[in-house]
């Protein structure tokens, strides 16, 4: 277990530089949630523009590894057919769980946090951002 | 607060780490990268030393009988070993009788046993609990959640802007109301160390009963119950050398007496009838089931090392690295340490400016440093401090001078890590 | 049954006690007449083999941090070996997850987190806990006081002369009032196996749940938590070769989320606020504060041991052993057995005319013989075989034929040197 | 620790021929023990003749240690004076607490129970007794 395993030079580009991110209305808001354990707290706001998803946004404060994967999730979904973006959720959740999914590679930069899996504390940090989109895609399709 | 810096090394030696460190087979270990582990997670749980193992060990393999219940050689001497180590507990702290000593699974349970024995018996509508902004979760939801069933209030006494209790807030909480004061004898987050035999005095004064959280005093300062003049204590084994599993709480005999037991089964009864039972005497009583007789025996031996090192010693090795490592850390740009108070145990919370703290654990973890982040088990006093979560080193009697160093080489590269472009 | 002689070992050997006893470094004890230990006190407390001493000496040595907290590397592996604990006494005992198996201290905090988490909440006047006669104190005294408090009603099943469970009995006692049937696995005195599949399926007709004391029978029978479709089981690690102070109880998920908190404090919630707390996710809501890391590791390695000598083998052994010690037991004048269920396990309670059970225990013990004296934490079930106390021997797997031999031979030397004139 | 360091030959003799034992009337019973524990169950009557113990009878279930302790105490406190009595009450639980009070010779067949306290399981079988003594003096002495 190497540092620079977790802390990839891309991680830490999100981290400092993160996509996407904005300061949320309320009542844009359709998501909130935080690690009481790490104080993590992330908020998002995006739209469904047919079966796209559109305009996401988020709001976080967190760790380097929550942040980043934020930021990246932010970059890889934005725009894409709300399957894609469920699959790769999908996809991206196997990955730190320690699987090896099929469709790994159309992970793009995420690949960076293959990682985390291997630091079990942190895996959390990580998987925060995707089970917050997970309640995005579901506040969406029940508004639908 | 005298302050000494590298270049004085000999009083800080006093103690010798050197030689204490070699009781201790978890502090050779070396990670991977040929780094000797650091360990400053201490107010987490603290390392073994060989005499505590030992000692668990020799019980296991020599005498693994069950206490209290059978007369063969291996029960009589199980007995014998688990009684000897609450008496021996019992003069560590000060208690006037062994029947004053409940051996509990840790300091959360002893604080449960008193929200369930005592609060719930004893407490009515409108009665008061007063505790500190800076209690440990333990020494908090069970007093919440008995006052919630009795009808009761918890007050809140506040702190001051460098960590230690706001006296005047604290005195004009202490009302006729206040039935039980619950205070933290040292904080796990602040490092301060509360004047709590004035706590007691003034609880005492008005007719209440005084509870300390000792989780984090016992390992660290001389303790002695009767000065205190404490009704209630309660610590943990694992955090002062000893095994998992295993705590102690200290308890006025009266008390003891005219409170329910909490846990019933084996041990406590005296007679069982279909329809109802009677209990043994205290401390039995709060003993139900087969306890943990190797984390007691263990325990005892901890106690012994403690008292064979020295406790004052240990006090003044701490104060004098505490002193050491605020200074250093003091130094560093960006750092902000959280809790100033004159007396103070080695625990020591801190932000690193634009680092999350949970970065900063994981980034002097790679070095071999063990530091702990998050809220701490204190989120009532996390949101006083305005901060999600902080990071914290803790110091014990085999830390040296230079453990701090390699935290603050730590950090340093944490900082230049997270923050280069 | 078949009964096998002393003339008949091959059989007997098939578990091989003389290899098996290797592992235990406790056996090898010789006391200062040249007598090898002859433990047959194992329903109060068993011994370990060196692979479980191993396993918590090493958590200590290496990887001494706590769990679920910190980021650093000693706090993750504590909480990995934890974890994987917890998996593999959920594997050894058939729960669907881990989400349903919570640490305790034992059985009887196990009893007691069930009667003050679930029966406090969901009882109501009137309502019923149907218990047997055999229940050991801990699964009894519980249901007491809990009744008592919510003004519910204790009701006892009987037992028929044999020492089983009056069948009839239970089926006209378990009416709709009955809301848990508490049922002990295997008796601690009887050694009578309970048919508890057919008596859960019994109460689950009916609307009850149903709890399980499997202390008895978790380090001796195969056990499967859905087979038998059980609601609540709860066991304790010191009588299945794990190390004292650790315990766990099974309950259905629905039930955990369900239930209040026990015991809080840290690691138990989610949010704390000053006026309210909300909770972790099962199982964690039940195992406040820093748990028994070294016992967990420890029990997880004594389920590993077992598995390794295979459950079906260690009860074939003790069944033969166990036949094996009622027909020696049997033939000895004056010496009357408690307990002739078909399906027992092997704890043989017994009286020897004229010679107090304390005595005989005392005398056994002389010549190195560990067995048990008292009313063996059942005295309702005392009171129902009319006896102040009994004598008790139980065997383990590392026991063989050169045991039970030892015990009679001592049992007969007691009876002379209290009868001669 | 030999067996016959407890279980003298003394012992074995009182506990197969006890003395001064009776059964006993409810009525005439002063004090009523039981030590839950292990089962041994005991009951007292006795009365006073000016400053004197006397007509001291036992009934006792218990074990050879319990019943011969009790056989022992009744030969040697019997037609005692009171003050007599309760001291070597004292001085037998001193010695059970393996103490050596200086009067122990006063004892007669009782030092064959110092052994008991080599045996800590067993002082409690051995002192109980001597604790229900006590409360025939105390029931006794509130009777005048
Ligand atoms: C049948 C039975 N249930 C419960 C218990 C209680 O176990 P523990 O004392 O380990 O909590 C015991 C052991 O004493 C037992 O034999
Ligand atoms: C101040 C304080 N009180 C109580 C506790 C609770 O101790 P335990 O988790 O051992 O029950 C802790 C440790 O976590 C503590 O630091």
Same mark, same amino acid.
């Given at each position: 277990?190497?540092?620079?395993?977790?802390?990839?030079?891309?991680?830490?580009?999100?981290?400092?530089?993160?996509?996407?991110?904005?300061?949320?209305?309320?009542?844009?808001?359709?998501?909130?949630?935080?690690?009481?354990?790490?104080?993590?707290?992330?908020?998002?706001?995006?739209?469904?523009?047919?079966?796209?998803?559109?305009?996401?946004?988020?709001?976080?404060?967190?760790?380097?590894?929550?942040?980043?994967?934020?930021?990246?999730?932010?970059?890889?979904?934005?725009?894409?057919?709300?399957?894609?973006?469920?699959?790769?959720?999908?996809?991206?959740?196997?990955?730190?769980?320690?699987?090896?999914?099929?469709?790994?590679?159309?992970?793009?930069?995420?690949?960076?946090?293959?990682?985390?899996?291997?630091?079990?504390?942190?895996?959390?940090?990580?998987?925060?951002?995707?089970?917050?989109?997970?309640?995005?895609?579901?506040?969406?399709?029940?508004?639908? | 607060?005298?302050?000494?810096?590298?270049?004085?090394?000999?009083?800080?030696?006093?103690?010798?780490?050197?030689?204490?460190?070699?009781?201790?087979?978890?502090?050779?270990?070396?990670?991977?990268?040929?780094?000797?582990?650091?360990?400053?997670?201490n107010a987490a749980t603290t390392q073994k030393p060989r005499a505590v193992l030992e000692a668990t060990r020799r019980y296991y393999e020599e005498s693994a009988g069950n206490v209290h219940r059978a007369v063969h050689r291996l029960a009589a001497?199980?007995?014998?070993?688990?009684?000897?180590?609450?008496?021996?507990?019992?003069?560590?702290?000060?208690?006037?009788?062994?029947?004053?000593?409940?051996?509990?699974?840790?300091?959360?349970?002893?604080?449960?046993?008193?929200?369930?024995?005592?609060?719930?018996?004893?407490?009515?509508?409108?009665?008061?609990?007063?505790?500190?902004?800076?209690?440990?979760?333990?020494?908090?939801?069970?007093?919440?959640?008995?006052?919630?069933?009795?009808?009761?209030?918890?007050?809140?006494?506040?702190?001051?802007?460098?960590?230690?209790?706001?006296?005047?807030?604290?005195?004009?909480?202490?009302?006729?109301?206040?039935?039980?004061?619950?205070?933290?004898?040292?904080?796990?987050?602040?490092?301060?160390?509360?004047?709590? @035999?004035?706590?007691?005095?003034? +609880?005492? /004064? $008005? !007719?209440?009963? %005084?509870? =300390? #959280?000792?989780?984090?005093?016992?390992?660290?300062?001389?303790?002695?119950?009767?000065?205190?003049?404490?009704?209630?204590?309660?610590?943990?084994?694992?955090?002062?050398?000893?095994?998992?599993?295993?705590?102690?709480?200290?308890?006025?005999?009266?008390?003891?007496?005219?409170?329910?037991?909490?846990?019933?089964?084996?041990?406590?009864?005296?007679?069982?009838?279909?329809?109802?039972?009677?209990?043994?005497?205290?401390?039995?009583?709060?003993? @139900?089931?087969?306890?943990?007789? +190797?984390? /007691? $025996? !263990?325990?005892? %031996?901890? =106690? #012994?090392?403690?008292?064979?090192?020295?406790?004052?010693?240990?006090?003044?090795?701490?104060?004098?690295?505490?002193?050491?490592?605020?200074?250093?850390?003091?130094?560093?740009?960006?750092?902000?340490?959280?809790?100033?108070?004159?007396?103070?145990?080695?625990?020591?919370?801190?932000?690193?400016?634009?680092?999350?703290?949970?970065?900063?654990?994981?980034?002097?973890?790679?070095?071999?440093?063990?530091?702990?982040?998050?809220?701490?088990?204190?989120?009532?006093?996390?949101?006083?401090?305005?901060?999600?979560?902080?990071?914290?080193?803790?110091?014990?009697?085999?830390?040296?001078?230079?453990?701090?160093?390699?935290?603050?080489e730590a950090l340093q590269a944490a900082q230049r890590f997270f923050h280069a472009t």
């Amino acid at each position: 277990m190497q540092l620079d395993d977790l802390y990839q030079e891309v991680i830490l580009d999100h981290y400092r530089h993160p996509r996407h991110f904005a300061a949320l209305r309320d009542d844009e808001t359709l998501v909130d949630e935080e690690n009481p354990l790490c104080g993590d707290h992330i908020r998002m706001a995006a739209k469904l523009a047919g079966e796209r998803l559109t305009d996401l946004r988020v709001q976080c404060t967190g760790c380097a590894i929550c942040t980043a994967s934020a930021s990246m999730m932010a970059e890889a979904v934005s725009d894409q057919p709300v399957s894609a973006v469920r699959s790769k959720i999908e996809t991206f959740l196997a990955i730190l769980r320690g699987e090896q999914p099929p469709q790994a590679d159309d992970l793009g930069d995420l690949v960076a946090l293959r990682g985390v899996a291997e630091f079990p504390m942190r895996v959390k940090c990580a998987t925060m951002p995707w089970h917050a989109l997970s309640a995005v895609l579901q506040r969406l399709s029940v508004a639908k | 607060m005298s302050v000494l810096t590298s270049k004085e090394p000999a009083e800080i030696q006093a103690l010798s780490p050197q030689t204490v460190r070699a009781d201790f087979p978890a502090l050779d270990r070396i990670f991977a990268d040929q780094q000797r582990l650091v360990y400053l997670d201490n107010a987490a749980t603290t390392q073994k030393p060989r005499a505590v193992l030992e000692a668990t060990r020799r019980y296991y393999e020599e005498s693994a009988g069950n206490v209290h219940r059978a007369v063969h050689r291996l029960a009589a001497e199980a007995t014998e070993l688990y009684e000897a180590a609450r008496q021996r507990i019992a003069k560590f702290i000060g208690a006037p009788s062994t029947r004053s000593m409940v051996f509990t699974h840790g300091a959360t349970e002893g604080f449960n046993l008193v929200a369930y024995g005592w609060a719930r018996k004893f407490l009515k509508a409108g009665d008061e609990i007063l505790v500190t902004e800076m209690e440990h979760h333990s020494n908090f939801v069970p007093w919440q959640r008995a006052a919630q069933e009795r009808g009761a209030v918890v007050r809140i006494a506040p702190i001051l802007e460098d960590g230690t209790l706001d006296r005047v807030a604290f005195a004009r909480l202490l009302t006729p109301r206040v039935k039980l004061v619950a205070v933290t004898h040292a904080s796990n987050v602040l490092g301060t160390v509360n004047p709590v @035999a004035e706590l007691i005095a003034a +609880a005492h /004064a $008005i !007719g209440a009963l %005084a509870l =300390v #959280d000792a989780a984090q005093s016992a390992p660290h300062l001389p303790l002695d119950v009767r000065a205190l003049d404490a009704d209630f204590l309660a610590f943990s084994g694992h955090k002062m050398l000893g095994p998992t599993g295993i705590g102690v709480l200290y308890a006025r005999e009266t008390l003891l007496e005219a409170m329910d037991p909490f846990l019933t089964g084996g041990e406590m009864i005296s007679k069982v009838f279909d329809d109802h039972a009677t209990w043994a005497d205290i401390p039995q009583k709060f003993e @139900a089931g087969t306890p943990h007789i +190797a984390g /007691a $025996i !263990g325990l005892g %031996a901890a =106690v #012994d090392y403690l008292e064979r090192l020295g406790r004052e010693r240990v006090r003044q090795h701490e104060q004098q690295l505490t002193a050491y490592a605020l200074e250093r850390l003091g130094d560093l740009p960006g750092l902000r340490i959280f809790g100033r108070a004159p007396e103070r145990v080695g625990v020591i919370s801190f932000a690193l400016d634009g680092v999350h703290p949970h970065d900063v654990a994981q980034f002097c973890d790679q070095t071999g440093v063990a530091i702990r982040a998050g809220h701490l088990c204190a989120q009532p006093l996390m949101h006083r401090l305005d901060v999600p979560a902080l990071s914290r080193a803790s110091l014990y009697l085999y830390n040296a001078t230079d453990d701090v160093d390699r935290l603050v080489e730590a950090l340093q590269a944490a900082q230049r890590f997270f923050h280069a472009t």
